[in-house]
């Protein structure tokens, strides 16, 4: 690709130095004109800079958009759904959010005419892979730039002497290094990167953004009720709320326990092991939840499903395949067990540790009935149980006759 | 199976009042000898009052064995090595010890020349096909009595009726009904029915016999590390320990931590619901510990096979197929894995927390070098990035170009 | 349960010997009303026979339906949408019929009242499973009689006996044993039993009813073309038919070139080892065809998907599972699948080889530009491969270069 | 990498106008010195005129090896023991290969001090990511030369002019385009390319070279037998062979009988779909004959653990992640269940199918006391059929009761 080539580029665009550089880099570089896009996920910064900055270097088309409740409704809510972990651990909360900025990005490309996109993520990390692959699902022919991947401004100083060269302005707290680099939005704050890059050293009080301390939160627990529908929260507290702001809210009831940290190190898509810090308070609390109101209303085959696809499903979403029909064909399969996941969760939240106290369910498939170690007046016949056990443990008796005693091979 | 069938059975005795009332009912019911297996699991009883007993109900051949060793290295290592976790949860602690209980009383029957064996599990839990499955797998021809699901002491009154017509001694706090069932080894203590059988109602503090709760336990973390060698923990803060030692200090520190802590409705294998209180304090710091490891020396797709097979596996542990060869398979595979899993975790514990706060190993495969943001020397070229991403894109925008935008079918 | 407890039950009645004797003893036992259920499934008897018999047998709630397309469209299409095979050979011919029977069962127990539903499988198979699993997951208070394992007519001898003391006529043919039991509908034909016992002596020529051998077959191939829809067949040879007639087309086809035998050594459910030989002419030819039409059609990680999941859904419907939730999640994620599976296949029939010579589909995914030898006018960039291979290795360089070489562990 | 890094390169040579047009092209760019390596996997050629051309060529280390024996045993055999078709249909005949071509170039390269390696495989294919793979896994810092992606010889014209301008011979049968291109050993042959890109048409049969077709087969079958131990076969018709005869005498069997054709879309690694005729006569013989000894020999659930992890073992093998942690801990699975498969299969080949007519074994777990329709003596109860039916069935029972008829969710 020349920079003749690129006509309109849609440009995922924070407002920050870095995709001001980018930005700029961009026109200058493919002479071409710069769309920008600038979207509120919950991120917690203000996007009117933004506007003010695109419009100083020249963009005539601006695009800011508050994307919070479509983030968690369709993409938040249909993760959690699945109960998805990645290695066991990470929330996704950068991940999911990958998906919808390059969405619209396309849209916008669709809308204004242009045929490429750019982002400003770098060339050794999972952003890039994620925002590319729902670039190119949705939108087959376009044109894509990453400027990490190809610019010679491969050094701090030289991005800055970039910036000044176009005076592009520098926040004074952006002279220096920053000592690692965050990406936030209203599932989660990451931090990765420079202080944080020796898996043996435990990470400084000072990067976590989102949460005060288990240490630091209060001495007395928090009692909450969370409601689902058909496996998605609807209220807390028994009080109705749209996705974004029940998310909002249970990240403030996180954050004031200390719910949420997580300090791993993971594997990347790109072949590379690295070390984030995660927060993820609401989220925390949510899988808790869902999974509390799963334990009564699912079906003992259809969680086990569930939890035997989940690794898969949830490293589709880490490595970028949202936009994939194998996550489609999973998705599908994931929402039709939902149905009946339907009820109310108590939880107490109490410095770091979400705890399920209580779960109901007018679907519930618990009986006390059945289960009591009283008198269950025929709810269950215990002699069953024998032939279930001799059947199931024919082939095994079948094997040891023919010398594989204890299952041996 | 008729009374004359039987010779001699081996009893699964804790020289508790329900196995003692066993123990006389079999004498009575199938006039046969009666040899008794009492095992110290780390279950925190005397084992000296079942050879009393035992010896006052004529018994001639009692075994009495400290199995804790075995039940450690043997059984409970080999499944942390998976991850285990039963729907995403429970941490297998009772299904673990069941097995092992099985297969010495049937080395027992082998050794005595019984030709049946005995447990008291009921007839409506996971424990009778854990024993059975185990019983059948190793002695096909063994004859099964599950007292449980054929005698007629259907109620509290009756069972000690029985006793007191045949002077089996009851303790005064078996009088009355217990208010819950307990279960207990080294792994853990699980408490469930009657009180806990609602699963919307919190359980009382008073069912936790075993850690002291998050509110309880000390405001300031206990800092310590945990070393592994080929997927197993070998030294506490530097101390080698062996396997039963090692996990009965870590369950002392999760105790006085507050770890440990499980509330869950579970899914039995019978096929109906079981709400269990579960307190796993040792078990809970090594998954931690374990995943800690593991994340800086296993290899990423090494990792998610094991992710994507736990499941399966747990599910093979909690149905009660320890020895089958499904479970030999998998734990060659997971045993295969664990070569290189070989380092030290440090750890924070604080109040039901335990967060992995370093990790280091001579094996690892975490390269600082290629991961970090600052200058690699070559060690990675993020031009290769564009390649693997439009490999990867390749057929979701031939997919695209066919009409199915987004990764539609 | 007591003979007092049936009311009325609801019989799968063939109309042969065992089931008029099923009808007998039901009657004579339980003191009950029997009502009659024949369904036509395409095993190629006709059905008034049945009527004739159930009306002399005092029967006055007699049903007889025709099924067949019922059978194919709702059962053996969805089946076929995710090329299920058990144990990668047998296309479970026998067990997708058995919900089918099931379900009208139920049904008719609704209609008229009854409050037991009665089957005429054995006690060692499968099917007693199948038909059961149905029976309580659609009505979950239903009674289920099974004669065969509670009667004492144990032998044929007896059986006999029990038919001449009852007035049931005996076919001439059915004096003597049957040297083998068969199941048939119009998916296919399983033999099994008696002289086919021993797996290591082939079955003899007589046992094929429903396909000429290959070696009668015609010397020269018969080509045709089947479309799909979505993933169904809906026409061959240009010619659209229903489902029952299409599969009823594709039976007489494979019938005359001797394919579709089967000659299995396979696992049931109830824990022992069997030994089928299975006519499944027209099935075998549908599943070649699937796959052909999915290798132009389906995405590869949705058809890795699938290959994946395949082995357990197709062992759900061996089981007996298809009314379960599991069963129907896997649908939902397989139907998903197949939403572009249209076009056209030509296949050759052989001499028992079913070969595939074209793929045609309007959604066909196979890129003659891309995959040529030739020149492709930049619609793939060789380059992008590089990377592909660098990122794809980079987890196996860094484990090699930690002494793990050739991807040890 | 630019012309100056690489010193020695080990070059995978067949002797053809390819490959020496590519060892001359690095003679002449690099200026540095290449090492051939030529080896008999049983493509069925003569090696001896490499050696002679790569004498003309000036190279001074020349290796020639016949590595059939290894091919069989260490890496057909154990892929065998899987089962493994990739995509459901092919038997992997060239993705084997691979590995063992690049593990021979790396040990010949460290032998030689050689600090590159070089194949022939073009930058659209699956091969040359099978070589790269395990290149990079044995040799982490080896460089890796694939002229195809990086020379601008892209037309047919311009190779034969630089082979021209070298004075490298051109087989008169070389000079115009071949129709198609092809691979083999000793495993398989495939075609694929040009004349055979268009799915649509049927491949001719001269594309054939290595099986008759079922139509020129002998009119009457043959009969074999196959001796298999833990896995492997080792004997045809009770006599012994080494594993490359072995494999050679089945190629001979099945190219008579019209065996082993197979015309499949397949998904390639790099992302487009391509279309390959393959005959792998032997191979599917032995592939009919494993499943045959297996179905008697393996318990169900190691059988079914075994086809479950089937299609990602040969996604990983068609991959070229032969040398990989995920593929040895599949092995280690695989071969785990493989101690008792060890028994005689006997076998019909008549026109192209493969017919199993006869399986025995030492090890069997067919019981033919258990599984008769005749009297068992006690062998099966038919009671216990109930308990498992009813309790396989609870969680059925217990969701229709909740309103979920028929597994509903």
Not at 114 to 141: I, S
Not at 290 to 304: K, M, N, Q, V, W
């Amino acid at each position: 690709m020349t920079a003749r080539d690129v006509k309109k580029v849609v440009l995922a665009y924070s407002g920050g130095l870095d995709t001001s550089v980018i930005l700029k880099w961009l026109q200058t570089t493919y002479g071409c004109e710069v769309v920008t896009f600038t979207a509120d996920l919950g991120q917690g910064e203000e996007l009117e800079p933004a506007r003010r900055k695109a419009e100083q270097a020249g963009v005539r088309e601006i695009f800011i958009e508050d994307l919070r409740e479509t983030f968690v409704r369709d993409f938040v809510f249909p993760m959690f759904r699945a109960n998805a972990l990645y290695e066991g651990q990470y929330l996704l909360g950068t991940s999911i959010a990958r998906p919808l900025i390059a969405q619209r990005q396309i849209e916008i490309a669709e809308m204004t005419g242009a045929d490429a996109v750019a982002h400003g993520a770098t060339g050794k990390g999972n952003d890039q892979v994620r925002f590319e692959l729902a670039y190119y699902a949705l939108k087959p022919d376009v044109k894509v730039i990453a400027p990490w991947r190809v610019w010679d401004l491969t050094s701090r100083t030289k991005l800055l002497a970039f910036a000044e060269a176009h005076q592009i302005p520098i926040a004074k707290d952006k002279r220096g290094e920053a000592p690692f680099s965050v990406d936030a939005n209203l599932l989660h704050s990451s931090s990765e990167g420079k202080i944080l890059e020796d898996p043996a050293v435990e990470p400084d009080e000072s990067v976590f953004q989102r949460t005060i301390s288990p240490e630091q939160a209060p001495d007395r627990p928090t009692v909450i009720s969370i409601d689902f529908e058909r496996g998605d929260p609807v209220a807390i507290d028994g009080t109705r709320m749209s996705p974004a702001t029940l998310l909002t809210r249970l990240n403030a009831l996180g954050r004031e326990n200390g719910i949420g940290r997580l300090d791993l190190v993971e594997n990347r898509f790109v072949g590379m092991k690295s070390r984030g810090v995660y927060e993820t308070p609401g989220g925390t609390i949510l899988l808790a939840a869902h999974r509390g109101i799963e334990s009564i209303t699912l079906d003992r085959e259809a969680a086990h499903l569930k939890d035997q696809l989940m690794p898969r499903y949830a490293e589709l979403i880490y490595n970028g395949f949202w936009f994939s029909p194998e996550r489609r064909m999973l998705q599908a399969l994931i929402d039709e067990s939902q149905q009946s996941v339907t009820g109310q969760v108590r939880l107490k939240l109490y410095k770091g540790n979400v705890i399920v106290i209580g779960r109901e369910s007018p679907h519930s498939l618990y009986s006390m009935k059945v289960v009591t170690f009283e008198e269950d007046e025929g709810a269950y016949d215990q002699v069953d149980a024998q032939g279930f056990i001799k059947l199931n443990a024919l082939r095994l008796r079948l094997g040891a006759m023919a010398g594989r005693r204890g299952g041996t091979l």
